[in-house]
Every structure is written in structure tokens, then in C-alpha cells.
């Protein structure tokens, strides 16, 4: 978790942390939380052990892979922008330490705040909120999920906040959380459209999303960055909405809602005529195809969390964790 994985830019907090997870196929129990026809039921996404067990497997496989700098021990079990994120940690991990992590420390998560909602059809997930050795002042805020009775849990989601910004979440007597529709229109943006408007404001701008360090902050170090001496950087940004990339909202105590989103972006360096661009550190290089000369094109999935307000109002981007998953040189 410490080690670095990507140019400057990418290993600030809410950029470059990176976690590799594992869970198990749940069994079923006789508390009927989970059932055959659980597509037409609302019921909730799995029991409150089941999630406990899930979580402490993930960390337990986190640390085999992250020791060994071996995706295979961990592939089959996450997905999503995460399991991009983690395939390519571990690649270029390996790359770099062949005979793998000297500097590993196990993660270990306290504080454990597990979040399970009550929905109809698939996929099914939940949150699980932690506290860390690593990062301390952070909570670490997953979604596992899984789309079906035979399949594993995998983590979807990875996202670092600051614990001030982590909300209160509206529960039922038996302590269920409430999803929210992805089409709900009683949100100032439905979460479905979150993705798509976020990579529409990072290039033109709008008033959308509220100011701060994801999105006015952000936009003002791209320009920045835009054109340097002898370099010119071009970004692209796509929405990331469907499958195992699918967004996953969360009702808030306020009413509000919590949501989980995901995008990609491009950011290309070309150097001026008659100089080449400047080498990007090992850990980009190392998940790099072609030589790098007058340009470099990075690859680049962001997982965000937004609090969608309900009836009008400006998103708020809470958290934006994020790691670069390829590079082209030319």
C-alpha cells in the first residue's frame, strides 16, 4: 500500500491506494435473507455474518497478493474498476519485484461498520466501512457484490474518505439499509447519469457538481498541467456505467443518497518537436507497451463516491480513489 504505483499525480490519498480482495461463495441460511426468488422479493442483500465473513476473507486474501505481487490469487474475486485497478498493482509489481513484496505489512482493518440494504433482483451488495493501519486518517469505504445465488462475492468498489464526510444512512427497525433506485428522479442527477455527468464536467465544466478537491480543484490542476515547457497533456474522459461497472446508491439518514460510481480517463503527454517525453517513474513503465518518445497515453480507472442530493442541489464528490491501469509510449 505504500509503495508507488504511478506518475505524481497518482499517489496522493484519494489517487493511488490500490487493494487486492478475495471472498468466498456465502452459504445460505434458514434466516430466509436470501432466497431462490430473490429477483421479485425485497429482502436483504446477504445476513450480517455473512458480510463479517466476507470482509475478513477479503483481507485475508489481500495480504497473500499483496505479498506475493500475484493477481492470480486474488482475480477470481474482484471485478469492476477495482479488479482493473488491482491486476494492474500487482503486474507492475511484479515487474519491479520479481521475487515479490519485501516491504509488505498486512493490512488490517478495525472499526468495521457493515451497511446492508434491502433491494429486489440482482446483483445483491453491501458496504462495509473500516478504519486502517495504513492511511489512518481515512475510512475505507468497500461494495461487495455478487449477481447471483452460485457466485462469489467480489469487490466492485474501493474508495478512501475522510471520516467526517462518511454520512449516517437511514435503516428500519431491524437495521436494513434502503438502496435507491439508479433511476430515481427525486435526486437532484439520478445515479445512473452520475458517471456520464461527471465526465462531461471534467472537460466543460457546469454547475452540477459543488467546488472542491474532485471537481473545480481538479479541472484547475488540469489546465495547469495542460501545457508545460516542451510538453502538452490532453485528457479524455469516459463514463464507466454498465455490468460489473454499474453504480450502486445507498439512501442517506437526510435522504439523500450515497452513491458509488465509476469512470475512465486517458491522459496523454506529447513532448514538442525535436525533445521526448520524460520518463513517468518504474511503476508506470513497468505496465507500459511500446517505447516512450514523443508520447505516452496512461490508461486510468477513478471509483468515486457523490452525495446526491434529493430535489435540487449540487452534487458533492465526498471521495475519489483512483490507479492507473495501462500506458501506451509512441
Known amino acids: 500500500m505504500t509503495r508507488e504505483r504511478g506518475p505524481r499525480r497518482l499517489r496522493r490519498l484519494d489517487r493511488g491506494v490500490l487493494i487486492a480482495?478475495?471472498?468466498?461463495?456465502?452459504?445460505?441460511?434458514a434466516s430466509g435473507c436470501v432466497v431462490v426468488h430473490g429477483e421479485r422479493e425485497i429482502l436483504p442483500s446477504a445476513t450480517k455474518a455473512e458480510?463479517?465473513?466476507a470482509l475478513q476473507q477479503f483481507t485475508v486474501a489481500y495480504n497473500k497478493a499483496d505479498k506475493a505481487f500475484d493477481s492470480s490469487l486474488d482475480a477470481d474475486f474482484v471485478t469492476g474498476g477495482m479488479g482493473e485497478i488491482n491486476a494492474a498493482q500487482l503486474k507492475a509489481g511484479k515487474v519491479l519485484s520479481p521475487s515479490g513484496n519485501s516491504a509488505h505489512t498486512p493490512l488490517e482493518l478495525s472499526d468495521v461498520k457493515i451497511t446492508i440494504p434491502k433491494k429486489a433482483g440482482w446483483p445483491r451488495w453491501f458496504v462495509a466501512d473500516a478504519a486502517a493501519n495504513k492511511i489512518r486518517n481515512a475510512r475505507w469505504l468497500f461494495v461487495f457484490t455478487r449477481s447471483g445465488l452460485d457466485d462469489a462475492w467480489e469487490a466492485?468498489?474501493?474508495t478512501l474518505v475522510a471520516p467526517d464526510d462518511v454520512p449516517e444512512f437511514k435503516t428500519d427497525k431491524d437495521g436494513w439499509a434502503e438502496a435507491v433506485s439508479l433511476n430515481s428522479t427525486e435526486l437532484a442527477v439520478p445515479p445512473k447519469d452520475l458517471s456520464k455527468e461527471y465526465a462531461g464536467y471534467l472537460k466543460d465544466g457546469g454547475d452540477v457538481?459543488?467546488?472542491g478537491r474532485h471537481t473545480s480543484e481538479w479541472r484547475a490542476d488540469r489546465k495547469k498541467d495542460a501545457k508545460r515547457p516542451g510538453l502538452a497533456t490532453q485528457f479524455i474522459d469516459e463514463p464507466l456505467t454498465d455490468g460489473d461497472y454499474a453504480p450502486v446508491a445507498l439512501r442517506t439518514a437526510d435522504g439523500d443518497a450515497m452513491v458509488f460510481f465509476t469512470t475512465r480517463y486517458y491522459e496523454k503527454r506529447t513532448a514538442y518537436a525535436g525533445t521526448s517525453v520524460p520518463s513517468p517513474g518504474r511503476a508506470v513503465e513497468a505496465v507500459t507497451t511500446g517505447e516512450i518518445k514523443q508520447s505516452l497515453t496512461m490508461e486510468i480507472v477513478s471509483n468515486e463516491i457523490a452525495i446526491d442530493p434529493k430535489?435540487?442541489?449540487?452534487v458533492e464528490l465526498i471521495g475519489r480513489?483512483?490507479?492507473?491501469?495501462?500506458?501506451k509510449g509512441e
Open 21 to 29: 480482495a478475495s471472498v468466498t461463495a456465502l452459504s445460505l441460511t
Open 51 to 53: 458480510a463479517a465473513k
Open 156 to 158: 466492485a468498489y474501493l
Open 209 to 211: 457538481f459543488a467546488s
Open 311 to 314: 430535489g435540487s442541489g449540487k
Open 321 to 327: 480513489t483512483q490507479g492507473l491501469t495501462s500506458a
